[in-house]
């Protein structure tokens, strides 16, 4: 795992207290440190972070090379799976077309939609404290490849370690204690908000490239230099300029509202996607596939489109509504970029 450096940086945005005798150039000081305390807004959630300087930000890794993946490619295919399917079968383990559980607490994900900027975010959500699967190796088929006697082209895959526990949906909600859940997340995104992006303002995926997402029009959406810009590729791919401006107002209302903190993201934190023991507490969270740089309410968000318990839980309780206007913002926004949400 990578080491997670406990230092802080030195306050860089701490304000200087200027008397009448200053001269221009503290004037001048006194004037920059606020600009760089501006340009660098602290997530509106948790609150324990509005006074605190983030962390430098763990080493992201760098991605395998070309060489590596196909290598790999030829291990995943003629190894691990054939070892999965017997393995399964040993152990009378349902199967799913895009999993395949191995021995020694190992798991192989396969898909059209597996990128390695995936396990590259497990890695970092685990050098960052969070209950994250281990990324091992990524493989990638060789272009034009097609299995002997199949249809079908094979597809990337990601080998990674399994995580303990059951889905939190497998279960009723009756039978959650959604106040061991709320702490636990609140943890979890507090360490995942204590570091800095090392792409400054930018809206980006975790290696600083495209972001993807089941909600990330386009997806994948090429990198935006800040926050506006980001929303001003929304407004072109959303067509707002042909659109009457009573129609889009409820969305440009989020567009209008100051900067958020550009913080580490999940991008789909739903009951699917989250792990907890048999003591109720949450263990591990996985599919980090729509992680990257966002601005701080896009976690909650994108969980709360639609208004259902579970929304309704991470925005009302977990956050304590501090996004309600951004949440129902993004509800307005929705529609107009529905039909480019291909994931």
């Known amino acids: 795992m990578i080491r997670v450096e406990a230092q802080c940086t030195k306050a860089s945005s701490r304000l200087l207290t200027a008397s009448h005798s200053h001269d221009h ?28 300087q983030p ?22 295919e003629w190894l691990l799976k054939p070892l999965s399917t017997a393995y399964c079968r040993f152990r009378g383990i349902r199967t799913h077309p895009s999993i395949y559980p191995l021995p020694f ?9 597996v990128r390695e900027q995936e396990g590259i975010a497990m890695n970092l959500a685990r050098a960052m404290g969070v209950p994250a699967p281990r990324f091992i190796s990524f493989a990638e088929p060789p272009s034009g490849h097609v299995f002997s006697g199949s249809m079908l082209s094979p597809m990337p895959s990601l080998l990674m370690t399994r995580l303990p526990g059951i889905e939190l949906d497998a279960f009723s909600n009756e039978h959650i204690d959604f106040d061991l859940v709320k702490d636990d997340l609140v943890r ?3 360490l995942m908000r204590s570091f800095s992006s090392p792409w400054g303002a930018s809206i980006c995926g ?3 490239g495209p972001v993807a997402g089941p909600l990330i029009p386009l997806s994948q959406l090429p990198a935006s230099t800040d926050e506006v810009a980001f929303y001003q590729q929304i ?9 009457d401006k009573k129609d889009v107002a409820p969305a440009e209302q989020l567009f209008a509202h100051p900067t958020h903190a550009v913080v580490f993201t999940h991008g ?3 009951p699917h996607n989250i792990m907890v023991g048999s003591d109720g507490h949450v263990c591990g969270i996985f599919d980090w596939e729509s992680a990257g740089w966002l601005p701080d309410y896009w976690e909650v ?18 956050t304590s509504g501090v996004y309600a206007e951004e949440v129902q913002g993004h509800r307005s926004m929705f529609p107009h970029i529905s039909d480019s949400l291909s994931y």
């Open 25 to 52: 150039a503290t004037h001048a000081s006194l004037s920059a440190t606020m600009l760089q305390a501006a340009s660098h807004p602290k997530p509106l959630f948790p609150q324990t972070l509005h006074n605190f």
């Open 55 to 76: 962390l430098p930000c763990p080493r992201i890794p760098r991605p395998s090379s070309v060489l590596s993946r196909r290598i790999c490619f030829y291990i995943h």
């Open 105 to 113: 607490g190992l798991l192989l994900k396969n898909g059209p939609r």
């Open 188 to 190: 979890i995104l507090t």
């Open 206 to 208: 975790v290696d600083g």
């Open 235 to 243: 407004r072109y791919i959303g067509n707002f300029a042909a659109k």
């Open 268 to 270: 789909d934190l739903n």
């Open 301 to 318: 968000s994108v969980t709360a489109i639609l208004p259902r318990v579970w929304g309704q839980f991470m925005n009302e309780r977990v």
